[in-house]
């Protein structure tokens, strides 16, 4: 027994001393557990926050390609988020803007200049508009083309005799090759407006060259006139959705007619003045050109007939400057205008024919 005792206790003794020691060493205790955390840190890193290089609020964690998170991180105080991208599943992607967008135009929120009318209004008809109706009587006298040297003056005195305001759509071109002409107009408080640089058909140009077009004749007006005006008219009322949107982003409200003198025809002076009596209505707007005798007659006569029947001559701005109730019947003028003004609403001339 004792040999067999021996024996065992010589092997549990032999096996005990294979077993490290279980004492409690403060250092190396330490160390252990530093190491498991320091893994279990190394674990978790992508997803932690990281401390900030200040000290202060700790940097947001990054999230995994993949990942999503409802603690994403919000931008500092004026920091901007950078766009959103598109989905590609959604019915409604956004599209690039361009002249040819056919968005809604938005309410321009910049108050008008003096003398001027804000150039927008939700509705894309006052973008592009032929007349204006407000219950006042207000009819609106236009001339295109101009300054002419001779008749452009004629008509002045006419107007100051008459002690009516009209609105001249001047051809970048003729303004500077006549500007005091020009300026006299808008001293005797008349309204100027843009009617390109040199006349051409804007549909066929480029968005560069409209743009050129329109921009060239507003820095000429601004000389003479002190400001830019918010209207303009295309040459031969031509225009489409490319040339529409440009005058949208430029602020310009786009003004046709709806009575048309076509004195730019050699119409007599009694045939002008016929057509004006017959198809004038609370808020037309009559086209006229200050470079013929003719139309400076015309104008004479309709002036004191329509204000005997109770109408108001005004300036373009000064119309639109009311508010537009429901449209007025359709005059002879308009139904000889084609709706979509995709062309030209009045004939071009010959190349070696006058401007209109």
């Not at 701005?317 to 003028?333: C, D, F, N, W, Y």
Request: hydrophobic residues 35%.
């Amino acid at each position: 027994m004792n040999r067999v005792t021996f024996c065992i206790a010589a092997a549990i003794a032999a096996i005990c001393s294979l077993c490290p020691a279980q004492t409690a060493d403060p250092g190396n205790a330490g160390k252990s557990k530093s190491t498991l955390e320091r893994w279990g840190i190394l674990k978790r890193k992508a997803p932690t926050a990281t401390p900030s290089p200040s000290g202060g609020i700790p940097e947001p964690p990054v999230q995994p390609e993949g990942a999503s998170s409802t603690n994403q991180a919000k931008p500092s105080s004026g920091q901007k988020l950078p766009p959103l991208k598109a989905d590609a599943s959604a019915k409604t992607k956004p599209k690039p803007q361009s002249a040819t967008t056919k968005s809604e135009p938005k309410a321009s929120t910049a108050a008008p200049k003096k003398g001027m009318s804000a150039t927008h209004s939700a509705s894309t008809d006052t973008i592009m508009l032929s007349s204006w109706p407000t219950g006042k009587k207000l009819v609106a006298l236009t001339y295109d083309d101009g300054p002419h040297p001779k008749f452009t003056p004629i008509l002045l005195d006419m107007l100051a005799e008459k002690k009516v305001k009209a609105t001249f759509f001047l051809l970048g071109q003729q303004i500077k090759e006549f500007p005091k002409v020009a300026a006299r107009t808008v001293a005797e408080g008349h309204e100027l407006a843009n009617h390109t640089y040199d006349h051409k058909s804007l549909p066929s140009l480029s968005e560069d060259k409209i743009v050129q077009e329109l921009t060239r004749t507003e820095d000429l007006l601004t000389s003479v006139a002190g400001q830019r005006g918010p209207l303009m008219r295309p040459p031969y009322g031509a225009s489409n959705p490319k040339v529409r949107e440009i005058c949208r982003q430029l602020g310009y409200r786009v003004i046709l007619w709806d009575i048309d003198t076509n004195d730019w025809r050699g119409r007599p002076t009694q045939h002008m003045k016929s057509n004006i009596l017959t198809n004038a209505q609370d808020g037309s707007i009559i086209l006229m050109h200050d470079r013929y005798q003719s139309s400076i007659d015309a104008s004479a006569a309709v002036i004191d007939e329509l204000r005997s029947r109770g109408f108001e001559f005004v300036t373009v701005s000064e119309m639109l400057s009311h508010p537009r109730i429901a449209a007025k019947s359709v005059t002879q003028g308009e139904k000889n205008r084609p709706a979509d003004v995709g062309g030209p609403v009045q004939t071009p001339p010959p190349a070696n024919a006058e401007t209109r």
